[in-house]
T-cell receptor, first 113, second 114 residues
Framework: GENVEQHPSTLSVQEGDSAVIKCTYS??????FPWYKQELGKRPQLIID?????GEKKDQRIAVTLNKTAKHFSLHITETQPEDSAVYFC????????????FGKGTTLSVSS | DTGVSQDPRHKITKRGQNVTFRCDPI?????LYWYRQTLGQGPEFLTY????????KSRLLSDRFSAERPKGSFSTLEIQRTEQGDSAMYLC????FGSGNTIYFGEGSWLTVV
């Protein structure tokens, strides 16, 4: 089955710096890669996703890149703000094939002002 | 609120008791998922339904766990003879398969087994 590894487990940055979180996946058939943000005691919320037919996607300060050959994808947050502090999870899925989303273990991002 | 709703939000139970959680997905979503999350970990997949059919179950789902979605709308997750290791947040999620399949989570049901 699919296995998703996520690094680093914790990340501390200064406000205004960039943050990068990386994930690798094992199943080359995976073709959907969402990122979720989870604040303490809250539900995971989708912040951005990418499908295997594109290599990069941006949404304001957030971008995701995908390298299918290497089976890894990354989340980039620029100009970080204190409200970006949360746990971020990557996930992978063989979309359209009847399999479920498999998550990484998460990265705790702390943005200090 | 038209999001995924879960009930109860918190449950404290004694070891050996049975508990049941309910999930109401986003209206018209045909897929419904159950995940379990413990502190410091990512959501772990338990099982999912497409309409009424339970299509996949994780090896994590022991025979003390059973999930149903009888009419293809709401779902229940029952844990029988609870153990302290069952203490976790049980997350329900739903999606519209065939239309991007973006998965939306509920707020979760916290279970504490004492």
């Amino acid at each position: 089955g699919e296995n998703v590894e996520q690094h680093p487990s914790t990340l501390s940055v200064q406000e205004g710096d960039s943050a990068v979180i990386k994930c690798t996946y094992s199943d080359s058939a995976s073709n959907y890669f969402p990122w979720y943000k989870q604040e303490l005691g809250k539900r995971p919320q989708l912040i951005i996703d990418i499908r295997s037919n594109v290599g990069e996607k941006k949404d304001q300060r957030i971008a995701v890149t995908l390298n299918k050959t290497a089976k890894h994808f990354s989340l980039h947050i620029t100009e970080t703000q204190p409200e970006d502090s949360a746990v971020y999870f990557c996930a992978a899925e063989i979309n359209q094939a009847g399999t479920a989303l498999i998550f990484g273990k998460g990265t705790t991002l702390s943005v200090s002002s | 609120d038209t999001g995924v709703s879960q009930d109860p939000r918190h449950k404290i139970t004694k070891r050996g008791q049975n508990v049941t959680f309910r999930c109401d997905p986003i209206s018209e979503h045909n897929r419904l998922y159950w995940y379990r999350q413990t502190l410091g970990q990512g959501p772990e997949f338990l099982t999912y339904f497409q309409n009424e059919a339970q299509l996949e179950k994780s090896r994590l789902l022991s025979d003390r766990f059973s999930a149903e979605r009888p009419k293809g709308s709401f779902s229940t997750l029952e844990i029988q003879r609870t153990e302290q290791g069952d203490s976790a947040m049980y997350l329900c999620a739903s999606s519209l398969f065939g239309s991007g399949n973006t998965i939306y989570f509920g707020e979760g049901s916290w279970l504490t087994v004492v």
